[in-house]
């Protein structure tokens, strides 16, 4: 391929017909009141909200009656495909459980000191810490121990918590979403019925609520198929992280930007003690970078050599391995509508993440309490039409999760086209608070970015401090049978540079590139969606595929 | 029929085992939990056993603390009928304790049948089974591999060094089941579901002591790391002369 290479051009279409179904719900159907797709911080606090308002009523007689309450969750265990930094601002703690104090909360400890750092190949520079990166008052936290936390409170309140069972398809029928289909179990590569076989099952809800955490496949179709726009296209980073046991304890959280990164991208590291000698550690880069051989888990093996990182991790152990992608678009990529009828998004899935603090995990427990008001409502009114479910957007545009990403609204799309500038740009955007650069900064979809030819450092991988894929992926406990259907859906006749620009971007390995094929390892993937956002589709496959983290 | 499972709640083959600071138990943090996989082979059978009857009971019993009963509800989403956890904070490593709890429970249930899985895969006991059939006097056979239940007689097969071994026995009897045995199901949505709702007991079990005490638990010695000795045909004598002077299998 002589010219740029642009993504889109080899990119499938989202498949909307496996995701929206017009045929009516199976006779043996599973009823609910509602149904949250997704047991991550928004969907396990809307479901836990949700009880609370049930529960409430009930006490104060003549009230709603029983209200059947189920999270679908794709993982086989709660948490175990949640992977997030995380420094938590409690603040939706607070409100969710208030008679619970801080302690009570399953926190590592609170943010004690911190530190940026400039870097280059050898040095690290200290920065002054920007006031939106300022963590005091903020936990660093295990979302997989938060959601294990947030699942055992929802199960005391009565919600079915449901792991082990993705939602495939939304069941629909005029505009209206009447619930989901899960995903069969046990199908052969071909389709075919294994003797462990579970059909999908229909469950229907008056209101369903995607939570699907980023880039929801149901969300992606549901937003397409009503023609729901944005003023900006959703965009994405790719996270990769590590566990590691240190034989030094860490005392701060540690944030960098500058090298392993190019100055024409857009990330930046970070390394967070959980307990003193645990620590998390991680490299987030936007998938708009201009370089097709560009490799964020192999910037991240690299970066561990810097002196910096190098002398806590040299002697400790690698405990577990993950990745995730990060909507960072923002204020203006922001779904126009956040409810339909009988539907409501949440938390990544709408897009609830503002990058300057680095921060998602206490928007999307927020707006799933706001969607559980905006359905307790609706059920008490026996209405659950779009009109009245848009109640959740109100709450959502007059609350702080609107306020805080409207203020950073240009810091992101500030860095498009190289690092310094970028930066400069960004700087006005924070100190005016948004006001610079007057209106709105034009983003484009990271699918159209050109990517042109780069060099491929080779990374020498020694099991100890630096891992190749198939051992990154062995440390996510994806264990997926070998069998299991593929669940990627990719272009056909690809360029070898396609193929290779899929291979690079892929941090588990998916893809590789034989003989300039694309060479696909379906059980391989981490559900980290990466390659969807640009290049081979991801769709739902059978319950408890994947990694299975524990303390990401 | 009236069939008893009794199941253990076992840290998950998967999990990564770690000594706790006072070596004599394991560290729990993060660790999950699951049905004894052997177990599973239990309930399944139980459940087909009934399902060929076309009419029984399935009860699951365990012991162990009150996230047992989380390890009960997978059993009753399979399709048990009921629960019963005799609730232990701690249970010992000593198998009699427990034996002596379960056939307590069970002595006076008119079971016909009491199912268990061969052992527990975290302390590979192989004990509380046997134990409970002798202490209710009943016939016990272990490791069963193939079940057959006609009438009041049942017909099993143990799978030993070099053959089969058949077994016939009259009921109630005691079971325990090996690997093989059947291929449980999965829980589907609707059985987890309606599992919520089937009764669970919950009782305080009064553990003796034991006469076992845990001197020291140590993870097993590392293995060596492999070596490549070479590739293409040229490795092949490398190799050979590797197995045959230093690994010494030829």
Redesign the interface.
Known sequence: MAGPLIPAEHQPHLPRERLILTEAPAE?R?DMDVVFVGAGPAGLAGAIHLAQLVQRDNESGDGIGEVVI?VLEKAA?LGEHSLSGAVVNPRAFRELFPGSSDEDFPFGGPVARESLYWLSERRARRLPTPPSMRNHGNYVASIC?IVRWLGEKAQELGV?V?P??PAGALLTDGERVLGVR?VA??LGREGEQL??Y?PP?D?VAKVTALAEGTRGMLSLAYQEWQGIGSENPQIYALGVKELWELKRPLDRVIHTMGWPLPNDVFGGSFMYPLEPTVAALGLVVGLDYPDRTFDVHDRLQRMKAHPLFREYLEGGEL?EWGAKTIPEGGYYALPERLSGDGVVMLGDSAGFVDVPSLKGVHYAMQSGMFAARAIFEALKADDTSRARLATYDRLVAESYIRDDLYRTRNVRPAFTGGFFKGAIRAGLATLTRGRFPGGRIDMEPDATASRRPGAVPRVPYDGRLTYSKVDAVFKS?N?TRDTIPSHVIAGENLPPEVAEFYAHMCPAGVYEVSDGKLVVNAPNCVDCKATDVVGPRWTPREGGAGP?Y??M | MKIAVCIKRVPDS?A?IKVAADGKAIDET?V?FVLNPYDEYAVEEALKLKEGAGAGEVVVVSIGPDAAQETIRTALAMGADTGVLLKADAVGLDPLPVAKVLAAELKDGGYDLVLFGKMAIDDSSHGVGPMVAELLGLPCVSAVAHLEISDRTGKAEREIEGGVEVVEFGLPAVITADKGLN?P??P???G??MA?KKPLEVKDAALEPGGIEVVRLSPPAERKAGRIVGEGPDAVSALVEALRNEAKVL
């Open positions: 043996e599973i189920g265990s121990e079915d449901l082990g069972f899960t179990t046990g003797s462990g579970l099952a469950v405990v406990g264990a299975q524990k303390r | 998967e990564r993060g999950k291929e199901r999965y589907a949505l609707r987890i579901m919520k």
